[in-house]
């Protein structure tokens, strides 16, 4: 027999595959920790020299910062001397300016008719200009001071503040922002508000120190004011026309708006995001400014951070995919080798599981595993071949079995009346019935017939096994009822009767449950007793109630069980619905029963009560119920409504 070439469905080939798969994901695990453990230690570097130069930057401007700050707050200290007038007033702010180089301009502002009784405003403006510094008036008709923000804020918060950030047209066409902090007088012994003395200061040389601070090629840096404002950002678009909060909700990005609530609470964070310039995923270092509440952000593109770490793994990748290939050709030329035998021997195994019995199974050429598998062979085809007569056998045997039962099926439920409806010349009432066995013949059972002219005898009952005897005892009963029934006193009398026919010989202890009634079919009197059976429900006025349980004996069991009768009287338009446990424990996917709450809501539930109907409806919500749930029990329903007497 001519050598097989390996293909992808061969043992040599999945052995290798096996052996280099394995390889290949103890590799990948070894190249992935590399990979994160890298990537771990170059990003936690990262942190830490963005924290570094974070902090670098936010002393450097607090360095810048704080002795304007420290100069407004001893320019409001020395005005708290009232003796000083609006000229002296005036010529300290001019020399502030002159003497600070960090200082645009300064302004001295006093409440309303503070400096002079007779004078609403006084503000001198002390700013520069290319001739020196040049002093206006603040106050007027048409810029009442008081009211801005600068003036009220300090006032009402008791210090001083930075303002926002504003872009100053006159001034140079700079962003400038303002520090502001009040001063106080002496009024009748009480100290109160006086006033406010601001410093405007230009902020292009923080601006161009964001600019000259990043981290890697492409990474850029943005600062943010306390409301959120942006104050330096490499998009000149967004310099003081958005705040991040504005651009969060533009962008629809609520984790930007995360970061952006976080940076003016004072927050520090390094994390992962997708920066606004360009888009690319990026990691993202904030901190708080130490002056002005404002916040600086640096940002850094997540392919630069982390190239070392991607170079060191694609050269770690390469080599393995090399060394990968080497294995894989060792691998297949030695798995080859040592299945060989085995593919002569898969051809005979085809021929054999084609039909071929007869097929010859290559001798084995050495007594190891695959020899001992080449008897196994043999004695398998012999084996084959005996059961293939077995099998003819069993089959023509089982079909005989199952065409028997179909034929008891036949014939169990042609011994149940089954023509409805089943008395149509009586317009007293109606009756229909229905059973569902769970094997091919089963032992639930139902039965009506009259006793006499005016008595109507029903039952419904449940027989303790299940399959061919339960069908065989099943019958037995229902004979027994019929030819008791017309020579007994009452339902009481006529189960005491069959139960002790039943009894007697009965050696394999099987018994029934039975529910018996007869209607008066003039009066509506429907007397009752109950052998061990489901109590039955009464669907009256659009309600569903149980008849009361009488907990007696099943029927079969003991010779000598005597019974209890009751009596009840059904109007015109009652239903009296019978059925056998298969209904209240009919079982879903999960286990769970259809339960009697749940039948007593649907007929309830139920605007057309005709009997057939009733028994369909149910019949139709177990199967909704159930979902195709094979079922482990009979399901047996019977509906009985009484219309009234006509005579």
């Known amino acids: 027999m001519p050598a097989k070439r390996l293909d992808h469905h061969s043992l040599a080939v999945r052995l290798a595959m096996i052996v280099l798969g394995v390889c290949a994901l103890l590799f990948g695990a070894a190249l992935a920790y590399n990979y994160m453990a890298s990537r771990a230690i170059i990003v936690e570097q990262a942190e830490e020299n963005s924290r570094t130069l974070g902090r670098e930057v936010a002393n450097h401007i607090a360095a810048q910062l704080r002795p304007v700050e420290q100069v407004v707050r001893n320019i409001a200290l020395a005005l708290e001397d009232a003796s000083l007038t609006s000229g002296e007033v005036t010529s300290l702010a001019q020399r502030v300016v002159q003497s600070n180089d960090d200082i645009f301009a300064m302004a001295i502002a006093f409440e309303p008719f503070g400096m002079d009784q ?77 006033g406010v003395v601001t410093a405007d200061i230009p902020l292009s ?99 630069e951070v982390l190239q070392k770490a991607t170079t060191l793994s694609r050269n770690l990748l390469l080599m393995g995919a090399l060394g990968f290939l080497l294995l894989a050709g060792a691998v297949l030329w030695a798995a080859g080798g040592v299945t060989r035998p085995l593919r002569r021997l898969s051809a005979a195994a085809r021929e054999i599981a084609g039909g071929n019995l007869d097929a010859a199974v290559p001798p084995p050429a050495r007594r190891d595993e695959v020899g001992e598998l080449a008897e196994a062979f043999d004695h398998m085809r012999g084996s084959l071949r005996q059961h293939m007569r077995e ?64 008595h109507f005898c029903f039952l419904v009952g449940d027989v303790s096994d299940k399959g061919v005897p339960a069908a065989f005892f099943m ?76 907990n007696e004996p099943m029927a079969g069991a003991m010779p000598g069980m005597t019974y209890t009768e009751r009596s009840m009287t059904l109007r015109a338009g009652d239903v009296l619905f019978l059925y056998t446990d298969g209904v209240t424990e009919a079982m879903d996917h999960d286990q769970g029963l259809f339960s009697e709450e749940r039948l007593r809501e649907l007929l309830a539930s139920m605007e057309d009560t005709g009997v057939q109907r009733v028994v369909a409806e149910v019949d139709l919500a177990i199967k909704h119920f159930t979902g195709g749930a094979s079922q482990s029990d009979d399901i047996t329903m019977l509906a009985l409504q009484y219309k009234g007497s006509g005579r």
Not at 161 to 186: C, H, I, K, N, Q
Not at 532 to 538: A, I, T, W
């Open 118 to 194: 007779d004078r609403l405003f006084f503000a001198p403006y002390c700013h520069r200009t290319d001739n020196g510094v040049r002093v206006t008036e603040l106050g007027g008709p048409d810029y009442r001071y008081f009211y801005k923000d600068w003036y009220q804020l300090p006032r009402e918060l008791n210090g001083p503040v930075w303002t926002e950030p504003y872009f100053d047209s006159g001034g140079g066409g700079v962003m400038m922002t303002t520090y502001a902090a009040p001063f106080y007088r002496l009024h009748h012994g009480q100290r109160r508000f006086a």
């Open 205 to 303: 040389w923080m601006q161009r120190m964001a600019r000259g601070t990043k981290l890697y090629d492409t990474g850029y840096t943005f600062l943010i004011s306390r409301n959120g404002t942006f104050i330096h950002h490499p998009l000149k678009a967004l310099m003081l026309n958005h705040t991040i909060f504005s651009l969060a909700e533009e962008r629809g990005d609520t984790e930007l708006w995360n970061v952006g609530r976080d940076m003016t609470e004072g927050g520090t964070a390094f994390l992962e995001r997708v920066s606004v310039k360009g888009g690319v995923e990026s990691f993202l270092f904030y901190t708080p400014l130490h002056v002005g509440g404002w916040s600086l952000g640096m940002l850094f593109p997540r392919d």
């Open 391 to 454: 099998l003819r056998e069993t089959t023509a045997q089982k079909e005989r079995i199952e065409s028997e039962l179909r034929i008891a099926r036949d014939i169990q439920m042609g011994i149940l009346p089954k023509l409805f409806p089943a008395f149509p010349e009586h317009e007293e009432f109606d009756v229909f019935a229905s059973i569902e066995p769970a094997k091919a013949v089963g032992g639930d059972l139902y039965d009506f017939f009259f006793i006499d002219d005016r």
């Open 475 to 550: 019958a037995v009963t229902k004979t027994l009822l019929k030819a008791v029934a017309p020579r007994s006193g009452g339902p009481a009398d006529i189960l005491e009767k069959v139960n002790n026919d039943l009894a007697e010989e009965n050696d394999s202890c099987m018994f029934v449950t039975l529910f018996l009634g007869i209607l008066d079919i003039d009066t509506g009197e429907v007397r009752y007793a109950n052998a061990g059976h489901n109590p039955p429900m009464l669907l009256r006025d659009r309600r569903a109630r149980l008849v009361p349980p009488m």
